[in-house]
């Protein structure tokens, strides 16, 4: 069947878009800094609101690299101006909604593709070989529609780390380790990136364990839509029961006694029954204490890598 979506862009997007995501984590740091130090109380300085405004205003029709920044610029406007009413708020929201809109328009179309069959996996392989490895992520998410997440319920604290997406490399890799008869669970799904994908992309059955229930629901929300089958829960992951479990994915979700109960936990399953694990860690110094423990492959480049756990 031919194609019935192809993603196109601006020649100038591949080596753009990596500058784009740092230029606009940048800008956001910089507002967020000035609106906490300001001009001696603490107030946001006003003109360069107004340039981030017209950076981003000259952006939101634009190519994949500049609506990366403009979306960076827009969150940073509105987390700086939260709270308050004014003409700024109000234009950083009217260009995000214009952003959004955007987003919908080219990304609609594959979006129903992929809902309805159309589109599949490789497609997508062959949507994401003609992107750089910068533009894959940015490509991905906008796909699943997760790109403009909400912002957590829970903040991150000593025992969890920061919400963040995984990267897509990793994902991929990961897929190459799942099989369509695997039972996939994701401790620390955040808002779903993993477990859609590694459904759309190998048929596998997916379960997702999520402590903050605003990010369950964005995850419910984007499988509903996308009409993809995965389970999010909404719990501690010390408290699930996987005993279906043959696949165990953790992104540095966690760490000191919630990642060590997480462990415990998969050796439990794992006395019953083979798994794997597909982790990355800061350190793998909680590794040491889990028996039975095999690596599959070395750690790839961002130093995930593919354990089997053995009773």
Known sequence: MAPTWRYTRDVTERKSLLTAVRAGQAAGATLQRRAVVGAGNGAPDRAELREHLDAAAAKVEGTLAQRVLALSLLRGVEQVLAGEDGP?????????????KREAEIFGPVRDALRSGAYGPQQFRED?????PEEQDAFAERLLDL???PVPEKRSDALHAPHGLSPLADILDAAGHVDAGDV?????AGSGKVCLLLRFLTGARVVGVEYDGVLVREAERVRDALGLQ?????ADVREVTCEDATVFFMYEPFRGEILRGALAMIRTVASRHPVRLIARFKTYDALAEVEGLRSLVPPGPSGQQVFEVAA
Do not use: I, N
């Not at 994401?128 to 750089?132: E, F, I, P, T, V």
């Not at 996939?184 to 620390?188: A, K, Q, T």
């Open 88 to 100: 700024e708020l109000s234009l950083a929201q009217a260009l995000h909604r214009r952003l959004s």
């Open 230 to 234: 995965a389970t999010f829960l909404e």
């Open 128 to 132: 994401l070989a003609r992107l750089s």
């Open 184 to 188: 996939v669970y994701d401790l620390g």
């Open 147 to 149: 790109h403009d997440p």
